[in-house]
């Protein structure tokens, strides 16, 4: 697909979403992901928040400011990629998303995923991970390349875990320096691995 057909995909997704009224969360506003439709890095956070409801709007409280500052340290303008989230609508006083509501979303994010086909998948936080790493650890694994398909996933730290951690910030952002080198060897690491068994999520080793 190219750009407009994925951005014309991404509205019929946004209008299917609106229009189901099976949907957990349904008394909050609908907050979809914005960007380049053919960013080559896709960020997946968790659920949108206080701000993030106000707005309609993924990533534009406190730790969107940071994911903001964290996406231009790496080069990029928060226009040149694509933020968004699994869960759709705020949870109750910012309370952790409950396993029927992550499941309840999760075939909205995976087409959305699908429609996007980016070369890097950086989840924020450990529900993000989980999503597509059930068995992951953020501690262990953040920061890590690992194959999900045809996508390099890279787990990231929560831009709000690291606003409460100097510890956490400065792996965090660590973390980020990496997504630009990954972005430009991802043909060449893609092309080598057509070699090898395509198991996912499966590690990719000696690349920093
Ligand atoms: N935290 C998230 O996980 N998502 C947002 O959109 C904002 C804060």
């Given at each position: 697909?190219?750009?407009?057909?994925?951005?014309?995909?991404?509205?019929?997704?946004?209008?299917?979403?609106?229009?189901?009224?099976?949907?957990?969360?349904?008394?909050?506003?609908?907050?979809?992901?914005?960007?380049?439709?053919?960013?080559?890095?896709?960020?997946?956070?968790?659920?949108?928040?206080?701000?993030?409801?106000?707005?309609?709007?993924?990533?534009?409280?406190?730790?969107?400011?940071?994911?903001?500052?964290?996406?231009?340290?790496?080069?990029?303008?928060?226009?040149?990629?694509?933020?968004?989230?699994?869960?759709?609508?705020?949870?109750?006083?910012?309370?952790?998303?409950?396993?029927?509501?992550?499941?309840?979303?999760?075939?909205?994010?995976?087409?959305?995923?699908?429609?996007?086909?980016p070369k890097i998948v950086a989840t924020l936080g450990r529900f993000s991970m989980a999503y597509f790493m059930p068995e992951g650890k953020i501690s262990r694994d953040h920061g890590k390349v690992f194959w999900w398909h045809d996508t390099l996933l890279v787990p990231l730290y929560h831009p709000a875990a690291a606003l409460r951690s100097t510890g956490v910030l400065?792996?965090?952002?660590?973390?980020?320096?990496?997504?630009?080198?990954?972005?430009?060897?991802?043909?060449?690491?893609?092309?080598?691995?057509?070699?090898?068994?395509?198991?996912?999520?499966?590690?990719?080793?000696?690349?920093?």
């Amino acid at each position: 697909m190219d750009r407009e057909e994925k951005a014309a995909a991404l509205e019929k997704l946004k209008a299917e979403l609106s229009g189901n009224d099976s949907l957990p969360l349904r008394e909050a506003n609908l907050v979809v992901g914005e960007g380049d439709p053919d960013a080559p890095v896709v960020f997946i956070g968790e659920a949108p928040g206080f701000y993030e409801d106000k707005f309609q709007r993924p990533f534009v409280g406190r730790a969107g400011k940071l994911l903001d500052r964290m996406i231009e340290g790496s080069g990029w303008k928060r226009e040149d990629v694509y933020i968004t989230n699994i869960v759709k609508r705020r949870p109750p006083q910012n309370r952790d998303p409950e396993p029927e509501e992550l499941d309840a979303y999760r075939p909205y994010l995976s087409r959305e995923i699908e429609i996007l086909a980016p070369k890097i998948v950086a989840t924020l936080g450990r529900f993000s991970m989980a999503y597509f790493m059930p068995e992951g650890k953020i501690s262990r694994d953040h920061g890590k390349v690992f194959w999900w398909h045809d996508t390099l996933l890279v787990p990231l730290y929560h831009p709000a875990a690291a606003l409460r951690s100097t510890g956490v910030l400065q792996e965090l952002e660590k973390d980020f320096k990496k997504l630009p080198v990954i972005v430009k060897k991802f043909e060449e690491l893609k092309a080598q691995r057509r070699k090898d068994e395509p198991a996912a999520p499966k590690e990719q080793e000696n690349l920093f």
